[in-house]
């Protein structure tokens, strides 16, 4: 994937290969909406560390807060007591929240909010199954792993994953929305008869947006047949809003878009602005019958990145970025669809908000996420075979910078 050369490989020589790497390069320095390597290399940063640092680098109201708690107080496990900044941010987020979704478990990855949101749908529910969809993606840990299927590397050399879990399929974004979404839904319909009894599904996990999947929106018809189905059963909903919540998607949350209230809200990366944080809110009432003592974490809740996390909200409400992402997210998709629709090439667009994918086909793809890196412009890719180039801008990203990156893209592609 990766060409530039920096001194990277003399430096990082006892770090683990196992981690794959988009860029060779190596960063020094990240400020507003840029980040610098060590060669002095300036970049537009449009990958936001896969959707985590939202509101760009050293944020001066976040990186306040950071600086005041880290003076007054680190770390005290969340099992030890209670934190102003951890309770601020828990009410905080249960506000951004339908009810009756008011309670909110911390944890320190997406991976981690996955786990919680399984344990808890198994213990309140009595029932082993799980409902995931194909080319999903929701962590690394062998629970959340158990779910995804949106490359085979991420499940090969693990089995035995988790029993109990179907992959049903997920709409084709390249039909017609509501065949797809009848065929999927006649998908899950028939594994439920066939295959495994609703009665014995704990939870229908599901992303708003599949994001490393390829940027593939659940059409909102979809995301409503899940919410009937599960109610009909008694299975919970649980939708994993890790990259697409925050803002991204130009809706605080993806799933309002449906009109649906979920059981279960996973949430991580952007919250906390590039600090480790991540949870799930869900009603009193379900968290009360999980149970004392049920679930625990030792730094998840952190103080730092909850005092981080609440800067965060408060910036994302404070200057409209939830609307800045609908309407320089729709720039950025009609910018990149006139592209596509001269190079033939570019085989769709598609997305919501700030979360946009171009197929361009896993040759293509590749060369234009790297062109774009050559050229100062940091984009990432999606997709099993990383056919999709992958666009997750800052949420307070502006019209000049949209137009600097297409201009950017544009070269790039015209040159691919
Ligand atoms: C939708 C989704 N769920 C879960 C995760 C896992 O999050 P983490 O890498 O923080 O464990 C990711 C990470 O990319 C994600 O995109």
């Known amino acids: 994937m990766a060409t530039a050369t920096t001194t990277t490989a003399t430096t990082a020589s006892a770090l683990s290969p196992v981690l794959g790497r988009y860029f060779e390069r190596t960063w020094v320095r990240g400020e507003g909406h840029h980040l610098w390597d060590d060669q002095g290399t300036r970049y537009l940063d449009f990958a936001c560390g896969i959707a985590t640092t939202g509101l760009g680098h050293g944020h001066p109201a976040v990186n306040a807060v950071i600086h005041a708690q880290v003076d007054r107080l680190v770390h005290v496990s969340s099992g030890l007591g209670y934190v102003e900044s951890v309770n601020r941010l828990a009410e905080q987020l249960a506000a951004t929240c339908p009810a009756p979704l008011d309670t909110v ?16 749908s198994r213990r309140v529910t009595g029932r082993p199954g799980y409902v995931a969809f194909r080319n999903a993606f929701h962590g690394r840990t062998y629970g959340a792993a158990s779910l995804t299927s949106s490359n085979l590397n991420y499940r090969a050399g693990y089995e035995p994953l988790l029993p109990g879990v179907v992959l049903a399929p997920f709409p084709d974004v390249h039909r017609d929305e509501a065949e797809a979404t009848a065929a999927a839904l006649a998908g899950l319909d028939s594994l439920l008869d066939d295959v495994i009894p609703a009665s014995e599904i704990a939870a229908i996990f599901v992303e708003p947006i599949q994001g490393e999947g390829g940027i593939n929106p659940a059409p909102a018809a979809f995301l409503h047949g899940l919410r009937e189905r599960c109610d009909r059963h008694g ?83 404070g200057e409209g970025l939830v609307a800045n992402a609908a309407t320089q997210g729709a720039t950025l998709m009609r910018g990149l669809g006139d592209l596509a ?15 946009v994918g171009v197929e361009a086909g896993a040759d293509l793809a590749p060369r234009l996420m790297d062109g774009c890196a050559d050229a100062g412009l940091l984009v990432l890719l999606a997709g099993g075979s990383h056919d999709v180039v992958r666009w997750l801008p800052p949420l307070d990203v502006t019209a000049a910078e949209i137009g600097e990156a297409l201009a950017i893209f544009e070269g790039v592609l015209a040159a691919a």
Not at 106 to 120: P, R
Not at 249 to 273: H, L, Q, S, Y
Not at 341 to 355: C, E, F, N, P, S
């Open 235 to 317: 299975i919970l909903l649980v939708i994993d809003e890790i990259q697409t919540g925050l803002a991204r998607t130009g809706r605080m949350w993806a799933f309002e878009a449906a009109d649906i209230v979920p059981d279960v809200v996973c949430f991580g990366k952007a919250i906390a602005n590039g600090l480790p944080l991540a949870g799930i809110v869900s009603s009193r009432e379900l968290q009360e019958r999980w149970g004392v003592g049920a679930h625990g974490t030792t730094f998840g809740g952190n103080p730092v990145a909850c005092a981080a996390a609440v800067a965060v909200l408060e910036t994302i409400q």
């Open 105 to 120: 478990f911390l944890a320190n990855s997406g991976a981690e909010a996955i786990e919680a949101a399984m344990k808890l």
């Open 341 to 355: 629709a001269r190079d033939r090439r570019l085989i769709q667009v598609r997305g919501r908000g700030l979360m």
